[in-house]
């Protein structure tokens, strides 16, 4: 209670009256709080201790204590008097909440509650997106509109405007959580949508990774409860939701980006410094330190600030996002966008925050590389990364050299040396280099690259060869919105062209993709295999975490099979223009003593114990049967 609040009004002349409302309304203005962030925390965590940061005019001014018997820990101050740090204990603390007491000259000026909320049960059990699962990737900007109310927003810049390619379309998570049914009728049992947090940019926001307040969901989007109800939702069709966060950068719009905590929350440089892009020089025995800092802490674009994980707040301040948005949201997994330009020792620090606190949980980090070794260093555990004495604690990578490989192999018809599917068996060869290979993330495409059935000019059978092959090799499969209707773009016209809209997302579309009275026979056709092709996946153990024997390529044509000691599957790909007769008997230490085999796509039964028989430019799945 403030100490004028027992005085009666009438007791004090009208002078003192004014003076003391005028005192009392000062002390209320200069208390004032701007932010708290994270806005409320968990009771019960591993970690006990968080971090919460105050922002307000000259905060930094005060005293600080608490109520509740909840320790106070540390204090930090910076040069900016706006900001105070303030970490607390919370080990054997129930939910309950917080009273903040606020001094100045030892006499509580104001006060600020903080709760602390009751985790969900089991929490930090929750089980995670693994190779049983295939994610279906959205850029929500572009898949949906559930909410044309949402489309526009007065606090955020760009406004929609869907007649321009890079603009605002109005897609949100209303559109997603509506079409949950279509999705999972293709036998994706997880999503990765790209950032959903605000991004305040003038233009081309929708995209997202430019994100100006990492505690709220865009508004243009929906709100903080849609993203908790999209997950619930989910949850209750058994799929998972996996989160794109970004710990290397975020947007210029970026409120702190306005009032900085510390010069050195960011990267500055006395001129704008880009980065080189070159992430081999982080591994490079030889490279000049000039490179890896340039690399490191040089900015991706002018419009995203590039954080400084090395600095303690920084770091502390993305863990504990990250951990909110699990706890808050009922997260099942991260991809993490840009990880290998963080700071080395900082993004591995901050990967094992959260699977100290979520051992289940997976992590997908892009590691944009174009060589074996230079990726599977940044897995957890690797032995490459040993050798530097180094482990980012990262579970998954992504298989950008199988994704190399994609691009170009369907079409190179001949085989030789070094072309066709050997490109394939090259990939694979080199698996011993990855500590998990199952945990890797293959994919033929992805919200950065060429569509699939651009680079193939929807050829049919060639996304047969890529989506079959994707959907039986070892880790988890990644398909891309609209593939499985045949939707094509160029990304030398620009990004927009590998984004447009799914049909049938917007009200009054011609073409409604949602349904298949809706769908054209070509889109049918790509829908068709696509579903069942993946929704088979999920039947068969031996495709999910079986191990893995493949066969040199002959003639172009791919023989592989993976297997556990109850299920085998064989999966042969004749990328060659002509059709191929080829003996079994090279294959015997896996056919062993199966003599049929059941072609998952189409039914039929195969001998397997002389030869077969496959058209050009054709796949064949077989479950083999005794």
């Known amino acids: 209670m403030n100490k004028f609040d027992s005085v009666p009004l009438r007791n004090i002349p009208f002078l003192k009256r004014i003076t003391l409302l005028f005192l009392f309304m000062s002390l209320t203005m200069n208390a004032q709080i701007d932010r708290i962030e994270p806005p409320f925390w968990f009771a019960g965590m591993h970690n006990p201790e968080v971090e919460i940061m105050f922002y307000g005019k000259d905060i930094a001014q005060y005293q600080v204590a608490t109520t509740n018997s909840i320790a106070i820990t540390n204090i930090k101050k910076t040069e900016n008097p706006n900001y105070l740090f303030v970490t607390i204990d919370t080990k054997n603390v129930s939910s309950t909440t917080i009273d903040f007491l606020f001094k100045k000259n030892d006499k509580v000026t104001f006060t600020q509650k903080y709760t602390l909320k009751q985790r969900r049960e089991k929490s930090a059990e ?29 606090a955020t810049a760009e406004k929609f405007d869907r007649g321009l390619p890079g603009g605002r379309h109005g897609g949100d998570i209303e559109g997603i959580i509506k079409n949950l049914d279509y999705i999972s009728s293709l036998g994706a049992t997880a999503i990765w949508s790209t950032p959903l947090c605000e991004d305040n940019d003038k233009a ?42 970004v710990t290397n950068h975020w947007g210029i719009e970026h409120w702190m980006m306005k009032d900085l905590p510390t ?36 900015w991706f674009v002018p419009t995203m600030p590039d954080l400084n994980q090395s600095n303690p707040l920084v770091l502390n301040y993305l863990k504990q996002n990250a951990i ?56 957890k555990d690797s032995k490459v990364g040993a050798i530097q004495n180094y482990n980012s604690n990262l579970p998954t990578v992504m298989d950008f050299t199988l994704h190399d490989a994609l691009g170009t192999v369907f079409n190179e018809d001949d085989g030789n040396w070094d072309k066709g599917m050997v490109k394939i068996y090259d990939n694979f060869s080199n698996d011993f ?3 998990n290979p199952n945990n890797i993330l293959v994919f033929a495409e992805n919200h950065d690259t060429n569509r699939i059935n651009e ?56 073409n409604n993709a949602f349904i298949k009275e809706g769908r054209t026979p070509g889109q049918n056709e790509y829908f068709d295999f696509t579903s069942k092709l993946f929704n088979w996946r999920k039947t068969n153990e031996a495709v999910h975490f079986g191990k893995m024997t493949h066969y040199i390529p002959e003639n172009n044509v791919y023989v ?56 050009g430019k054709t796949v064949l799945i077989l479950e083999l049967e005794k």
């Not at 997106?129 to 927003?153: C, E, H």
């Not at 997260?331 to 990967?351: C, E, M």
Request: proline share 3%; with cysteine.
């Open 126 to 154: 929750r089980k995670s997106f693994d190779a049983s699962d295939m994610l279906y990737l959205i850029m929500p900007d572009r898949f949906a509109n559930g909410n044309a109310k949402n489309d526009s927003n007065e």
């Open 204 to 245: 081309f926001s929708y995209h997202t990774y430019a994100q100006s307040d990492v505690y709220k969901i865009d508004p243009r989007y929906g709100t903080n409860e849609d993203y908790v109800r999209l997950a619930s939702e989910m949850h209750k069709k058994d799929m998972k939701l996996v989160m794109d966060y």
């Open 263 to 298: 010069h050195d929350w960011i990267h500055q440089f006395e001129n704008y410094t880009q980065t080189n892009h070159k992430r081999s020089t982080i591994s490079d025995i030889n490279a000049s330190e000039i490179d890896k800092k340039i690399c490191l802490d040089g």
């Open 324 to 379: 909110w948005w699990i706890e808050y949201a009922d997260l099942d997994g991260f991809r993490v966008d840009t990880y290998n330009y963080s700071d080395p020792k900082g993004i591995a620090s901050w990967t094992k925050s959260i699977t100290d606190e979520y051992p289940n949980f997976n992590i997908a980090g892009e590691i944009w590389m174009h060589n074996q070794a230079q990726m599977a260093f940044w897995q």
């Open 433 to 435: 280099l990855y500590p």
């Open 455 to 510: 680079v193939y000019h929807n050829d049919f059978k060639k996304y047969q060869m890529a989506m079959a092959l994707i959907a039986t090799v070892r880790g988890i499969p990644q398909l891309y919105y609209g593939s499985e209707i045949g939707m094509s773009g160029d990304k030398n016209k620009g990004d927009a062209d590998i984004r447009q809209d799914f049909p049938g997302g917007w009200y009054g579309d011609q």
């Open 560 to 615: 592989y099979f993976r297997y556990t000691d109850k299920k085998t599957v064989m999966v042969v790909i004749n990328n060659s223009t002509t059709s191929q007769t080829f003996k079994t008997a090279r294959f015997q230490e896996n056919i062993k003593a199966s003599k049929m085999g059941k072609d998952v796509l189409a039914g039929n039964s195969y001998d397997l114990t002389n030869e077969i028989y496959l058209d």
